[in-house]
């Protein structure tokens, strides 16, 4: 497919982790990863933890293609997905109910509240695909490595610890050599009287986002709670309904704007 030398896209977030999308085919080729860095790049682009490339399938689905702020693609975008949802009713590509299909799986999605360009999704997901593993992490404790699509690692904290300095923590475990070559996700989770509170460092972004979807879907699968409910560092609170083999996480989606961008 040919892009057009002038891209429409909108900016939209899902709990403050934000995407440019592109109602677009996905770069023909790795190279093109260069146009994903351009848009995501918050100094001289739009701006965002990654872009989302959609495109109709009939009246009631869409594809999504993911890629993270740094070009790589990735297998799940939770928050990605709810925006994605909106967007697509926004266009009047479908109704409130969907079918989102994407590198991992097909994620249904149910718009349930919305005023104007703002919502409430819900996505109905596969549940992680084991059990999770609890291993031993470096500076003592454990952590529980999750996949659910792509890997995470949970780690329960103290009050101190997870207000801290958080990312410096979090990137001496994203690499560390015991969660294998590619390493994972990092999420810190700290029981409050009525919330969990989760923060999270992704891959691809290598830095803390506001809110990952599927970290806590993770989140919820280490701690064994159901439902979970989890405010993330950008104040929104996602819940989880653990169901059998598919989940429920709920949480916002939010249009800002919508621009025209000339690559």
């Known amino acids: 497919m040919t892009r057009p030398t002038e ?52 009246t009631d689905a869409v594809r999504m293609h993911f890629y993270n702020r740094d070009g790589g693609r990735a ?15 926004l266009e009047g590509w479908t109704a409130d109910a969907l079918s989102i299909r994407t590198e991992h799986q097909a994620v249904g999605a149910t718009v349930v509240e919305r005023v ?7 996505l109905d997901v596969d549940a992680p695909r084991a059990a999770p593993e ?10 529980a490595r999750v996949h659910t699509g792509d890997p995470h690692l949970v780690v329960e904290v103290d009050l101190p610890t997870i207000e801290g300095d958080f990312e410096a923590a979090a990137r001496t475990l994203r690499h560390w050599e015991g969660l294998g070559p590619e390493g994972a996700n990092v999420h810190f989770v700290h029981r409050g009287a ?4 989760i923060r999270s460092f992704e ?29 993330t560092r950008g104040g929104a609170v996602l819940r989880v309904d653990p169901c059998d083999d598919r989940w429920a996480l709920t949480g916002p989606a939010e249009r800002v704007f919508v621009t025209e961008w000339r690559p």
Request: net charge neutral.
């Open 203 to 231: 891959r691809g972004v290598e830095a803390e986002t506001l809110a990952c979807g599927s970290g806590c879907i993770s989140a919820a699968a280490a701690l064994a709670e159901s439902p979970v409910d989890l405010r």
């Open 134 to 143: 609890w291993i031993a992490i470096p500076g003592g404790g454990r952590g």
């Open 7 to 58: 891209l429409v896209v909108a900016k939209m977030h899902g709990a403050a982790n934000d995407f440019c999308v592109v109602a677009a085919a996905p770069p023909a080729s790795p190279d093109d990863a260069t146009l994903v860095r351009a848009l995501a790049d918050r100094r001289r682009g739009i701006g965002g933890d990654g872009v989302l490339f959609v495109q109709p399938e009939g």
């Open 75 to 89: 297998g799940l975008c939770l928050n990605g997905s709810r925006c994605v949802a909106l967007y697509s009713v």
């Open 194 to 197: 009525d919330t969990w509170t």
């Open 116 to 122: 104007d360009r703002r919502a409430v999704v819900r």
